[in-house]
């Protein structure tokens, strides 16, 4: 721990809670889409990705409500009124993302296709657009799986990977520990009546389709191959179990017992995942069997931490996680330039799986951020505990090399040259700096 790194820390941990901010209930900013004929308008307690209103030239559109990028951002809110950094007033914005998300239940793509809103696509945008009979298909439960939506609470028209089901497990996780806080800072409360009625009945939806869902093949975390993904499995596996402990205290025995033994199957399933031989978890199982050449993937590495809290089996503590972690160090620090070289102290700038093309297959904020936050929770209760805080330290110290003055955080950064990739502000960049800068302080001991 140094001195520089803490003065950063303090100074990035303002602008990262400021930045994530701007992306919530974003209702100042207008996005026009001309080529789809759309002018979006937020709606209150919707998520935008990114503020920033890029359309792929160069950077991507990303003004969008992400089910997963959203979740890890509202947990990321509770983190900040945890500390202090807000007040009471985001429990407004919890209670706007509870509505928000509720409204989006309502959605039916044959209320769209009834519609003439073809006719305001220009002709170069058309091969783009999903097609009636998939849009037709969207409504009741199959909502939820539609990876994302606009945040108008809209349904995207563009063609898109999907379906995608970590989206409800990681909501019912977020509801989940905004319950814990709420009653630990005694601000519950602030939820009684029918805004905490509106939580929990959202909450068991999302409990529901985790049930119904784990077993069914899927997009991946990233968005490009079906099959079945560690990361969507490992976090039904966390809400199950920790919506089954909840579901216990509300008097709902049945389907506590029943949550709670489909999260040990899941857990089962997931023991599949190691490869010996390999010596790391294969992210992703594709349908068929066949074999992916993204297998070694920091989306593994994601799972533990999202899904930590409901046990100890593939979780920050799992050592076949720390040797996965391993291996992909091992493969960035050949693949990426900006690792060749790297100061005494800084850890390896890490993306996401091999060959990676999307945007030139940088390095990522939230996968570094990710891996410095597997070690300060890893540390927790470990024998080895100053080292492990001391691995997180140099990664973070590489996160700090590679942010620039501005304290501004994109997707990725450059693989050469470390300078700012893909889609700028990211809202879960900054929720994942945040995150991690509550485990390191929760290894250190500090409140």
């Known amino acids: 721990m140094t001195s520089a790194l803490d003065s950063w820390i303090e100074q990035e ?11 919530i209930s974003a209702v100042g900013i207008v996005k026009s889409r001309a080529g789809f004929g759309q002018v979006i308008r937020p709606q209150r307690g919707s998520v935008i990705a990114s503020p920033v209103l890029g359309a792929y030239d160069p950077d991507p559109d990303y003004f969008f409500h992400w089910y997963r990028d959203s979740a890890l951002v509202m947990d990321a809110l509770r983190l900040l009124f945890e500390d202090q950094t807000l007040g009471a007033e985001v429990v407004e914005d919890l209670d706007d993302f509870v509505h928000f998300s509720r409204t989006l239940q309502q ?19 058309e091969r783009h657009l999903r097609s009636d009979a998939e849009l037709a298909e969207i409504r009741d439960e199959r909502v939820a799986a539609d990876t994302r939506v606009n945040p108008d609470a809209t349904l995207d028209i563009s063609k898109w990977a999907r379906p995608q089901n970590d989206g409800p497990p990681l909501r019912a996780l977020t509801l989940l520990r905004w319950l814990q806080t709420l009653e630990r800072s005694k601000q519950a409360t602030s939820l009684d009546g029918e805004r905490r009625a509106a939580l929990e009945a959202l909450l068991r939806d999302d409990l529901v389709f985790t049930q119904r869902h784990w077993r069914t093949p899927c997009f ?39 949550y709670q033994t489909d999260a040990e199957s899941i857990l089962q399933r997931l023991d599949q995942f190691w490869l010996p031989a390999e010596g790391y978890y294969r992210s ?39 040797a996965t972690l391993s291996k992909l160090e091992q493969l ?44 300060f929770r890893a540390s927790i209760g470990s024998g080895e505990a100053q080292q492990l805080r001391a691995r997180g330290d140099a990664f973070l110290e ?4 590679f942010t620039p003055p501005s304290g501004e955080m994109s997707e990725q950064f450059d693989r050469s040259t470390g300078a700012q990739r893909s889609a700028r502000q990211l809202a879960w960049s900054y929720a994942a700096f945040i995150s991690c800068l509550a485990a390191r302080r929760l290894a250190s001991g500090q409140s």
């Open 332 to 375: 960035f620090e050949r693949e990426y330039p900006i690792n060749h070289h790297r100061p005494m102290g800084h850890g390896v700038a890490l993306g996401r799986y091999p060959d990676d093309r999307y945007y030139s297959g940088n390095a990522w904020y939230l996968t570094t951020l990710c891996a410095a936050e597997l070690c």
């Open 220 to 258: 991946d975390i990233w968005e490009e191959e079906n099959g079945q993904h560690y990361y969507t499995l490992r976090v039904a596996a966390a809400a199950l179990a920790q919506g089954g402990e909840w579901l216990a205290t509300q008097g709902d025995r049945g389907s506590a017992r029943d």
């Open 284 to 322: 992703r199982v594709l349908e068929g069997g066949a074999r992916s050449a993204k297998e070694l993937d920091m989306a593994v590495v994601l799972a533990a931490v999202h899904a930590d809290g409901s046990s100890t089996r593939h979780s920050v503590h799992d050592p076949r996680q720390h």
């Open 13 to 23: 941990h303002r602008i990262a809670a400021e930045g994530m901010r701007r992306s």
């Open 107 to 125: 959605l039916d793509g044959r209320r769209l296709v009834a519609t003439d809103w073809r006719q305001h696509v220009t002709a170069e945008f």
């Open 398 to 401: 590489t996160v700090r090399a």
